[in-house]
């Protein structure tokens, strides 16, 4: 199995080469690789030419800024024809050093009804000093999947489905799950929205074509910084709604709208949880904004719930 990698890069010239290092030091050496530099006015080119060099998996695409969701599809676009699955991996993060070996051969082992395998994540420093973690903590190991009404914990072993994913964006960042190219190219581009959401807005199409099989271990070194799109809770506020209403739209079968309608449910239950969870943990700044947002959560609902 021929697996594909796109790293995307804006003005990364501090991280892009951990990240393309992560991949040429990783245990199996059949991948291909596209940089798709989005714009950078910094050495982010040069950094990622220099590595590319005497490397003939290795190549470089430069277009004018588009941001996330049209810098995957460049890449994507490159890798179809020779890949039979891809991975996007974010400029700033870094693989773990058997990472697609792990994941490519639970995906080839798996049947066909599996359109991709995810592992999960832990923390580095902007410096890339890595935070210490237990997996059984890690986020998104803990997951629920809609039933009727209902809402019921997954074991390890289930896999996650659409069920699982219209309640929350399970799959922390795109590069953790290599994804089987079939699969991406019937879901469709990558589709723009503000505050970063399109991964999870991208993921659960590619959930109604089949499932994806969670590896409970650490597969991927996610980069914190002041500022990023997953330490910015306002900004990614701003897709949930959106990604919402395309849930309650013919864009998706009237079963799948009727279980999309549950899960935003018990996805505005869980963000009272999380403002009662830093209220307890004494966090009286992070409860207040976590309870405004639940508010305006189940505000959406009740708006919408009727259009499902």
């Known amino acids: 199995m021929t697996v594909g990698v796109v790293i995307i890069t804006y003005n990364s010239e501090s991280y892009v080469k951990d990240a393309m290092l992560s991949i040429i030091r990783q245990t199996m050496s059949d991948w291909r690789m596209v940089v798709v530099d989005d714009g950078s006015q910094d050495k982010t080119p040069e950094i990622a030419r220099q590595l590319a060099e005497n490397d003939h998996r290795i190549s470089i695409v430069r277009q004018a800024n588009g941001g996330p969701g049209a810098a995957r599809n460049t890449g994507f676009s490159a890798l179809e024809g020779a890949c039979d699955s891809i991975l996007f991996l974010d400029g700033d993060d870094a693989l773990e050093v058997d990472a697609l070996q792990a994941l490519s051969a639970r995906l080839e082992k798996e049947g066909k009804d599996v359109v991709g395998v995810y592992g999960l994540s832990r923390d580095m420093s902007q410096t890339g000093l ?85 590896l409970p271990v650490f597969t991927l070194r996610k980069r914190v910084w002041l500022g990023s799109l997953s330490t910015d809770g306002r900004s990614l506020a701003r897709s949930e709604p959106l990604i919402r209403a395309k849930l309650a739209s013919g864009a998706y079968s009237p079963e799948q709208r009727s279980i999309a309608r549950w899960g935003e449910f018990h996805a505005v239950i869980m963000k009272f949880s999380w403002s009662i969870k830093d209220l307890r943990a004494g966090l009286v700044d992070s409860a207040f904004r976590q309870f405004y947002r639940a508010c305006r959560a189940m505000m959406h609902f009740f708006g919408r719930a009727l259009r499902y």
């Open 130 to 214: 890595v935070i210490d973690a237990n997996v059984n903590d890690a986020w998104g190991i803990n997951r629920r999947e809609v039933r009727g009404f209902r809402s019921v914990a997954l074991p390890l072993e289930s896999p996650t489905t659409f069920r699982a994913l219209v309640i929350w964006c399970i799959i922390q960042t795109p590069g953790l799950a290599l994804v089987k190219t079939r699969a991406l190219k019937s879901a469709g581009p990558w589709v723009p929205l503000p505050g970063g959401g399109e991964d999870w807005e991208h993921w659960l199409r590619v959930s109604t074509m089949g499932s994806f099989v969670m």
